[in-house]
């Protein structure tokens, strides 16, 4: 069973950054679309971005974060990265990353989250 575990959340002042991480020591995650979510409180789960297993090209970004989030693959490291620049307070949630096997149609993996929090 693949597991992911993510890292690199925390408390981070208006207009700072962040890297976080998403890795699984037990399967590679080259043969897998890789997605960031998030979720607030008191809102329901939303898609971030998503990397492709194939091309290493972002499928998509969510229009709240694009022009200031990354998402990137190395494939040494056996993870994926999401960078974050010019975080907002609206960007204050619990992300998580996941694997789909289906090119991103269906994720069956899903790691435990790592919060972030924008404030001052």
């Known amino acids: 069973q693949l597991q992911l575990v993510e890292s690199g959340g925390g408390l981070v002042a208006p207009g700072g950054s962040l890297r976080l991480s998403c890795t699984a020591s037990?399967?590679?995650?080259?043969?897998?679309?890789i997605g960031w979510f998030r979720q607030a409180p008191g809102k329901e789960r939303e898609g971030v971005t998503c990397?492709?297993?194939?091309?290493?090209?972002?499928?998509y970004y969510a229009h709240s974060v694009q022009g200031r989030f990354t998402i990137s693959r190395d494939k040494d490291k056996n993870t994926v990265y999401l960078q974050m620049d010019s975080l907002k307070h609206e960007d204050t949630a619990l992300y998580y990353c996941?694997?789909?096997?289906?090119?991103?149609?269906?994720?069956?993996?899903w790691g435990q989250g790592t919060q972030v929090t924008v404030s001052s």
């Open positions: 990397i492709s297993p194939t091309d290493d090209n972002p499928s």
């Open positions: 996941a694997a789909s096997p289906t090119g991103g149609e269906q994720y069956d993996y």
């Open positions: 037990n399967y590679t995650l080259y043969h897998f679309a």
